[in-house]
């Protein structure tokens, strides 16, 4: 059988389907302990579709999905959306009551996780309510182990389903408030497996290092969906290591890669190409932050690769606007145009279009846009107003339809009616040598309202000079957007879906009189 195309699967338990019957002997996914074929994969996966259908877990159930990168991952995930359930992923870092949430929320049935989770989850009450829980690791009482449901006969084909219909639910990250599942489609997913291909340039033979967690729209969607989907295979790593990266790079051959850019960094400054094959990789992907210009000019030294910078959203099922590899160090302030089957617009907040270059709130439509969020009618409506997206994101689109992500609408910084946009300055403390990360805030002023102040923390071992940041920022940057502050920290604080909590970062700072004047 020919490798399907990506018009084949109208269901995203269709890819472990089709692929086994191209590639069967071939490997689809190689972890710590060995590795599975495409053929394997894909019959576990229909074994567990028939074992959750036997106990009614078809048909809409929400099976959870509690585990770290590991192979019964991909199986639990997929094999709950070929029984017909939707699957919830559900984050690793999150606090017993905040899973306890997740699991009420959406109305879980089952949950596939290990031991070890249930073991610090606690009597969680949402656990005892639960139909079914299978464990991929160690024993605990009131629960089946995920290899006997494995042992069922298997389904013959993935149960049919409308491309349209739900497939899982992905819980945004939110910085405040309670977390909401955004309704992710087969079309979703697949629309952002073709902008994966035709973007990023993922393709048959192509082996990519999954690091990122699974729980989260990048690895899930952007990396264990699209690349198995395009005939590639993937090699998991349950947490992310520095070294570990390195070395498996090179035993494996890594085409593909996806990392934030602090990563990258990290990577650039232990990599001893003496030591380590690194001439495999042929794409490095990077999102969430910018790349300061001397860290892409060191992963362009370090690595053969494509350097795309990418932006996404959970509600758009990863992918939104790629900057293409010829423009990432000219253009790295930017993260590029949008893929090809997504509209974009920049509007003024009285909703009204704004022209090239004009700053304003991103609004995304297309494909890969979620129909809303798990029961919660009114904020999907207030978020997917006549079918366009609100990211909330303060964006401006140049003449040549490349897009620069200005700063998030709640965090821009307001300094005597100056607007500050922190991911700008953010940017360019980036670029001071021994920063690993950096988080602007809006600290209080008795004459100016706000002023920028700065939280940095430098990479292991580095020693920062706060005035010499300083001076670094006034000559690259406006005064009034120059940080009156610098506060070094070890990290910054985050949720658990990774992204910075900047509440707490102005929660820290001294309200009084005190605050020193730019």
Known sequence: MALPALDDYRSLADIPFLQARARGAEVALRHEGGSLTCAELDEQ????????????????????????????????????????????????????????????????????TTAEQLRRLGPLPELQGLRLRLLAEGEAEGTL?????????????????????????????????????????????????????????????????????????????????????????????REYDTAAVLEAIGRHRITALFFVPAIYKLLTLRADPSRHALGSVRVAAYGGAPM??????????????????????????????????????????SVGRAVPYVELEVRD????????????????????????????PEKSAQALAGGWLRTGDLASVDGDGLVTILDRLKDMVNRGGEKVYCLEVEHVIAAFPGVAEAAVVGGPHPVFGEVPVAFVAPVPGAALDPEALRRHCAERLADYKVPVAVHQVERLPRNPGGKVLKQELRRALDPGPEERKP
């Not at 907040?349 to 029961?375: A, K, M, S, T």
């Open 45 to 112: 996966v229909r074994c567990l579709a028939a074992f959750l259908q036997a106990r009614g877990l078809g048909g809409g159930a929400r099976v959870a999905v509690l585990l770290p990168n590991l192979p019964a991952y991909a199986v639990a995930w997929f094999g709950a959306i070929a029984a017909g359930a939707v699957a919830v992923p559900v984050n690793l870092r999150l606090s017993p009551p905040e899973v306890g949430y997740v699991l009420r929320d959406s109305g879980a049935e089952a949950l596939v």
């Open 145 to 237: 182990p995920l290899a006997a449901a494995l042992e069922a006969a298997p389904l013959p084909a993935p149960a049919a389903v409308e491309p349209d219909g739900v497939a899982t639910l992905l819980y945004t990250s939110g910085t405040t408030g309670f977390p909401k599942g955004a309704m992710v489609s087969h079309r979703n997913a697949l629309w952002n497996a073709r902008g994966c291909a035709s973007e990023l340039g993922y393709r048959a033979g192509d082996v990519g290092l999954l690091s990122l967690p699974m729980f989260h729209v990048t690895g899930l969607c952007s990396q264990l969906v699209a690349m198995l989907a395009v005939g590639g295979s993937l090699v998991l790593q």
């Open 292 to 333: 300061d210009p001397d860290t892409i000019r060191a992963v362009q030294a370090l690595l053969p690769a494509r350097l795309h910078n990418c932006y996404g959203l959970t509600e758009t099922t990863s992918l939104t606007t790629v900057l293409p590899a010829d423009r990432a160090l000219s253009h790295a302030h």
């Open 349 to 376: 907040p009285e909703g009204r279009c704004l022209g090239p270059g004009l700053p304003g709130e991103l609004f995304v439509r297309g494909p890969n846009v979620v129909q809303g969020y798990w029961r919660a």
